[in-house]
């Protein structure tokens, strides 16, 4: 059974940076990609970021190209979310989630950590 854990949510000043983590298991991730997803209340849950998990192509939401940075360590099968210059606005619950079968949609996904920017 797939599972997503993610972590390293918090509050920051407005212009701070956070890493989030997200340590996937159950299954081999090969070929897979990976993406990270955000919810701010009283809004639809919104792409952030992707990337395959072979070749490191990368996909990021036009809002925050430039200053967050998806990566990926294989030997851990972690994926982790770099957030810079981050804006009030990018306060949310982030979600990382991957698809059930190559190619398809988003099919599991993590708890979600908390992540507060403050003006």
């Known amino acids: 059974q797939v599972q997503l854990a993610e972590s390293g949510g918090g509050l920051v000043q407005a212009g701070g940076s956070l890493r989030l983590s997200c340590a996937a298991s159950g299954r081999t991730f090969n070929n897979y990609a990976m993406g990270w997803f955000r919810q701010a209340p009283g809004k639809e849950r919104e792409f952030v970021a992707g990337?395959?998990?072979?070749?490191?192509?990368?996909d990021y939401a036009d809002s925050v190209k430039g200053r967050f940075t998806i990566s990926r360590d294989n030997a851990k099968t972690t994926v982790y979310l770099q957030m810079n210059s981050l804006k009030p606005e990018d306060t949310a619950v982030y979600y990382c989630?991957?698809?059930?079968?190559?190619?398809?949609?988003?099919?599991?996904w993590g708890q979600g950590t908390q992540v507060t920017i403050s003006s």
């Open positions: 990337i395959r998990w072979s070749g490191g192509t990368t």
């Open positions: 989630a991957v698809p059930s079968r190559v190619g398809g949609g988003y099919d599991y």
